[in-house]
């Protein structure tokens, strides 16, 4: 599979604190960029956002707003995930890479984030999914997995796809075994299943039986 590290761009210089606003505002309108990288003796000291630069003055430099940059970053050694974390929080498409030393050595594109989301084993393989629901106390991901081991199914991932303050909703990637057996295991621990399944023959014994019943109250 593809390393995050292979996705690093340079496509486009870091812009220098020393340009003038003009042709800041002429590299925002050939690009799609939310944000991009600024550096200053080749250090990065943040973020310019094309948003802010429309309003500025044109023979201005970017030094001179050095307050509207913004700090966000990556580390090139940083799991996707946690990239993919950095851009949702700054709503950015673009994220600035440090080394260890803060030395600023490119920047990701989310295009290419997501991407390589798409080649994971959670996207790429076959498989069933099921949403599930239970209480905050309550939640635990070894017991999820355990779940699905136990049905003779191979976890392909989890993550946590919505929460509140009482209760939280873990969407789950399952391969082999047998969904049906994983469904009513969830039920049996008290966990609600949000997702509906051709598998589920509780809901289908449900549905069977309100028909029936629909029938004879119309008889």
Same mark, same amino acid.
């Given at each position: #599979? ?9 496509? /486009? ?8 606003i003009e042709i800041v ?20 000291? *943040? ?30 050694? #940083? ?61 635990? #991901? ?10 003779? *199914? ?22 082999? *075994? ?23 023959? /509780? ?17």
């Amino acid at each position: #599979m593809t390393e995050i590290n292979d996705y690093i761009n340079n496509d /486009y210089k870091a812009i220098e604190s020393s340009e003038t606003i003009e042709i800041v505002q002429d590299f925002f309108s050939d690009v799609p960029y939310s944000h991009f990288p600024v550096i200053e003796e080749g250090i990065y000291i *943040g973020s310019i956002a094309s948003d802010d630069i429309e309003t500025f003055d044109l023979d201005k430099k970017i030094k001179d707003y050095r307050y509207t940059l913004e700090g966000f970053f990556a580390r090139k050694d #940083m799991i996707w995930l946690d990239v993919l974390e950095v851009f949702a929080k700054n709503h950015s498409n673009v994220v600035p890479i440090l080394d260890d030393a803060n030395s600023y050595v490119g920047y990701y594109e989310l295009e290419d984030i997501v991407k390589f989301f798409h080649e994971t084993p959670f996207l790429k393989e076959q498989g069933g999914i099921i949403v599930i629901k239970t209480s905050l106390l309550d939640f635990s #991901m070894s017991q999820i997995a355990q779940i699905v081991e136990s049905n003779n *199914g191979k976890l392909l991932g989890l993550f946590v796809s919505d929460s509140d303050a009482v209760s939280v909703q873990v969407t789950v990637k399952i391969a082999l *075994g047998g969904l049906n057996e994983i469904i009513q295991t969830f039920r049996r621990y008290n966990y609600e299943i949000i997702s509906e399944h051709n598998e589920d023959n /509780y809901l289908n014994n449900l549905k069977e039986r309100s028909e029936y019943l629909d029938k004879y109250l119309n008889i």
